[in-house]
């Protein structure tokens, strides 16, 4: 087994594992799943889940604790932490308390988001919260497999404050996870040796549908010791890399844009890469590496970047006019950068969808342009006509888009 020393300080190690866990979970570029969906999932690999079933109505709710003959919980789902703190997690005693709780869950919001579905599930009698969970670690080109005897609460910071109390196995893609290495991780978290098999099962398991669904993040958090001696994945979260989509076709239905920006709904009918920010510079940029890089300089510069918006490459006028539809709808986006290497895409095109957004939707926004390549010299002409403000170079243009923060009154 590779454990934390082998690869330099447990402090070390532990503190790469939480950057690449955070970044899982804060990409905007994953398809999140609710706790429900993700139990599917563990169903179809034969991970032990707790009785249940999904409720949308109080009436529903008490049905289910009525089949279940006893104590159940109420689970509110909703694609955010922190759902029992914010009382969206609720154990009831009775079938008539279960439909009680369930009409004051449902329908109330949970960090903006609206409950509009149920997680009844049957009490378990907990005497033990593990952590089990996989992620991608993209610098080793492994799938990291991550258990913790602190389960049942923030992981992250768990690896923070006690990294001694993380354990981990990088897996050989080629090799996969293999049974020896799940049962160190058994013997190395402290979990009584006869459930050795019973978690070694489970691990092997979850990797395996880690895999097949290309998922950045596969997790049980708690994976739960019952009084009974059984382990039951008590909670569960999956997310998937939205560009692996395209393989799992049956994962579309799936996804709950109600918990997404509307922005982001919008930019992906039109195959745009959006994700948004708190600043107020909107960007508008053709390739990612580009993008990165005009958000950087808008940073280094003392700005403030309002999104990432990769419009790609061979962006035709009609897929430029929605990108501005969506740059203008956000509130916070005093100023318009946008920069653009003609190569596939030709700076006339970009133009000639510039001048159409602007035609379309009415602002007072004002705009900085820096076009360079293709049909450059075409593309400023048309800009000119339009009595809008370019650039020659990324750091002139980010300057100017600077000075003009705050210059637009209501």
């Known amino acids: 087994m590779t454990t934390l020393t082998d690869r330099g300080t447990k402090k070390d ?39 249940g079933r999904l409720a949308a109505t109080p009436e529903e709710a008490k049905l289910i604790a009525e089949e279940l003959h006893g104590a159940v919980v109420l689970k ?17 005693r009775s079938p008539d308390e279960a439909e009680e709780e369930a009409s004051k869950i449902l329908g109330q919001r949970i960090k903006g ?49 006690s990294p001694e109390k993380i354990a981990r196995v990088g897996v050989d893609p080629l090799l996969g996870l293999r049974d020896f290495q799940a049962r160190n991780l058994a013997a190395e978290i402290e979990i009584p040796r ?47 890399d939205d560009n692996a989509l395209f393989r799992h076709p049956a994962l579309f239905d799936k996804r709950d844009i109600s918990a997404e920006p509307t922005e982001e709904t919008e930019a992906r009918k039109f195959g745009l890469a959006y994700i948004k920010m708190e600043g107020d510079i909107g960007c508008m940029v053709n390739g990612a590496g580009l993008a990165m890089a005009t958000m950087d300089i808008i940073q280094h510069k003392g700005g403030r970047p309002a999104n990432f918006l990769d419009i790609g490459g061979g962006a035709s006028a009609d897929r430029v006019t929605a990108a501005m539809r969506i740059l203008l709808a956000d509130p916070q986006v005093q100023v318009v950068l946008i920069n653009i ?29 820096r076009l360079a390549g293709t049909n450059e010299a075409e593309g400023r002409r048309i800009l000119a006509d339009a009595n ?18 705050g210059t637009v009154t209501a």
């Not at 509110?76 to 009382?87: C, F, T």
């Not at 459930?195 to 398991?205: E, T, V």
């Not at 003609?342 to 004002?366: H, M, S, W």
Request: glycine content about 8%; some cysteine.
């Open 13 to 51: 190690t532990a503190q790469a594992w939480y950057n690449g866990l955070h970044n899982s979970l804060t990409s905007p570029e994953q398809m999140r799943l609710h706790e429900y969906q993700s139990k599917e999932i563990f169903t179809d690999y034969h991970i032990p889940i707790p009785q």
């Open 76 to 92: 509110a789902q909703v694609l955010v932490g922190g759902r029992g703190k914010a009382g969206g997690i609720r154990l009831v």
């Open 113 to 161: 988001l609206p409950v509009r579905r149920l997680l009844v599930e049957e009490a378990i009698n907990i005497q033990q919260e593990i952590y089990l969970g996989m992620t991608v670690d993209r610098q080793r080109a492994e799938t990291l497999v991550i258990a913790s005897a602190e389960g049942g609460v923030n992981i992250e910071q768990v690896a923070q404050v």
């Open 194 to 240: 006869a459930l050795w098999r019973a978690f070694g099962m489970i691990a092997l398991n979850l990797y395996q549908a880690h895999q097949d669904l290309d998922a950045s993040l596969a997790e049980i958090n708690p994976l739960v010791i019952t009084s009974g001696g059984r382990l039951v994945a008590l909670d569960g979260k999956v997310l998937v």
């Open 341 to 369: 290497f003609g190569g596939i895409t030709r700076c006339d095109e970009v133009a000639q969808g510039i001048k159409a957004a602007l035609e379309e939707v009415e602002t007072a926004v004002p705009f900085v342009i």
């Open 388 to 405: 809008l403000a370019t650039a020659y170079t990324l750091s002139e243009a980010a300057e100017m888009a600077i000075a003009r923060v």
